[in-house]
């Protein structure tokens, strides 16, 4: 998904409804960064526990990278 299909589809909703992402292990948590970085896709990556693409580190432009944005999010009732 782009930036400009999650606005369009965005767009469609009540303006105060909670965004939220997966929690670690289970549960939700409400979003509360939105991260810019670089990803590469995993070749023929299949398990399900793995999601499709990597984060790019510290610059490496050795792989076929492409701009993309996290919707980041941690409990913030955690005692971690």
Known sequence: MTVKEL????QKHDPDKKVVVRG???GYNEVS????MSIFPHPGQR???YGEYEKIYHGDSSKNTTAAIELYG???KSED
């Not at 606005?7 to 965005?10: A, P, S, V």
């Not at 960064?33 to 810019?36: A, K, T």
């Open 7 to 10: 606005i369009q589809i965005l």
């Open 24 to 26: 670690y292990e289970g």
């Open 33 to 36: 960064e939105i991260i810019e």
């Open 47 to 49: 398990v399900n526990y």
């Open 74 to 76: 941690e409990n913030s």
